[in-house]
């Protein structure tokens, strides 16, 4: 009988050892995707009031001597823990960044493993980052489930991104920092008592959620570099025992066995999903149904009269809020999101500016939407949404798949396209098309510092 013990032991081994030969060519593809996606993110982030913020506290707390490791979109440079920590909330910073890990597994796993090449030993190939990279998703996503799954998680209190989030950096630190399995085994376990992030900032759009990003990222380096060094970790984190990660954070439905399903032959980072709107993963489908509606009958903002979605309680209670007072606040309102894509035509980044936030425009449409709980949907189905138009016709659409998702994914072009316009904000031309150039071409990269060199410097010009 395999014990949890012996899972720790098996995702150690899996991170210690596995090599790009050993991943479908599907899968890395989709880590290129992800990679140039989360890039994207962060660069455009880098500038964000939670970024700006957190970069003032390390610049006058932890000066860092020699080179240090790059903030992206700046030209600042820090500690490997310091980089991990700025670089995931940048990434996070926008609510752009990927979903469907451990939830947000880009902006964990791509900082730390990009921080733990500059403390590497030796150089670190690209294939090996992208390695990496699939690894940590593949953690992350696997303690999420051992937790139950996303929704009970998360609906305990839980900010997963956060909380399993951790173990996914620590493993993709680990193998870029080549440890053995024995310590990688310590890394991941050391980690699990560096894992914290609570959902109490949905209530008022606090910047403790992007933080949680970050600090999942800068866990896990810091794991990875203490078990390089000797700290040990406990070995039975997974057991069924007291202060145990699973008995700790999902008393009442751990399911241990996911740690270990399809190792080594289902990645996880095959269920995640890139996000074409600046909102929660969960407005996505509502953002779609209505654009259908809209597109299909060929209505304006002036043609509807009223908009019911029918939603589960989970993401009412997620996402069910109507204030745009912060970024971080209609962020996570569908409400929101479907207003913007009625009376701007779209749920991107620029639907969501203080301007456009408070317009009478947007705030003449959030007065028409209703949304109602409906007790017999579950957690993972999607709202159905219905537009009355002035008419009086209602149109209803569902969408099971919203756009972004591993069935309904964004094509190549598209993560391009979406990439280009987020690293413009904070990079030259050159450098943007040199960046997504690089990304295309990783696993032939000799050292990865290469990347990194592109990211580091800020240059409008």
């Known amino acids: 009988m395999t014990t949890a013990t012996d899972s720790l032991a098996a995702l150690a081994h899996l991170t210690a050892t596995t090599r790009i030969g050993d991943l479908p060519e ?24 939670e970024t700006t913020a957190v970069l003032r506290m390390l610049t006058t707390t932890e000066p860092t001597a020699g080179p240090g490791t790059p903030v ?28 469907g890990g451990c939830d947000h597994s880009g902006a964990v796993v791509v900082p730390a493993a990009l921080a733990a090449v500059s403390a590497a030993p030796a150089p670190v190939s690209g294939a090996d980052l992208l390695t990496a990279v699939v690894v940590g998703y593949d953690i992350a996503r696997r303690v999420l489930e051992a937790c139950g799954g996303y929704w009970p998680h998360n609906e305990a209190g839980w900010h997963s991104t956060g909380t399993c989030g ?38 008022d759009g606090a910047m403790s959620k992007r933080l949680h990003a970050g600090r999942a ?3 896990g380096v810091t794991a990875a570099l203490l ?13 069924d025992v007291w202060g145990g990660f699973l008995r700790t954070f999902a008393p009442a439905g751990a399911e241990p066995a996911a740690l270990t399903a399809g190792l080594g032959r289902e990645w996880r980072i095959s269920r995640c999903s890139l996000k074409p709107y600046a909102s929660c993963r969960s407005t ?23 908009i019911h979605v029918r939603l589960n309680r989970a993401v009412h209670d997620m996402c069910g809020g109507t204030d745009v007072t912060t970024l971080a606040a209609a962020q996570l ?26 317009s009478p425009r947007v705030r003449s449409v959030l007065e028409r939407i209703v949304l109602e709980v409906d007790p017999a949907m579950d957690s993972d189905t999607e709202p159905v949404v219905t537009v009355v138009t002035r008419t009086g016709a209602r149109h209803e659409q569902h969408v099971a798949d919203p ?35 690089t990304v295309q071409r990783i696993e032939s990269l000799a050292d990865a510092t290469t990347l990194m060199s592109l990211l580091g410097r800020q240059n409008r010009r």
């Open 403 to 437: 756009l972004g998702s591993p069935t309904n994914p964004l094509d190549g072009p598209a993560v391009r396209a979406k990439f280009d316009g987020l690293a413009a904000r904070v990079l030259p031309p050159n450098r943007v098309r040199a960046v997504a150039d």
């Open 217 to 219: 990222a800068e866990a």
């Open 227 to 239: 078990a390089a060094h000797g700290v040990t970790g406990p070995a039975q984190i997974f057991d």
């Open 333 to 358: 309102s569908l409400a929101y999101a479907v207003a913007a894509r009625i009376a701007f035509g779209g749920a991107g980044l620029d639907a969501y500016d203080e301007e456009k936030r408070h």
């Open 26 to 49: 599907a899968v890395t593809g989709k880590a290129r995707h992800h990679l140039l996606d989360t890039l994207g993110a962060a660069l455009a982030g880098a500038d964000s009031t």
């Open 166 to 203: 951790p173990f996914g950096a620590a493993a993709a630190a680990a193998a870029i920092l080549r440890l053995d399995a024995d310590r990688t085994m310590h890394a991941l376990a050391l980690v699990g008592s560096l894992s914290a992030g609570i959902w109490a900032f949905v209530h």
């Open 284 to 306: 996505h489908s509502s953002v779609d149904a209505v654009g259908a509606v809209l597109d299909r009958h060929g209505l304006g903002a002036d043609d509807v009269a009223g």
């Open 72 to 99: 992206w979109g700046t030209g600042l440079a820090l500690s490997p823990r310091g980089a991990a920590l700025a670089n995931g909330v940048s990434a996070h910073a926008l609510e752009l960044d990927d979903t």
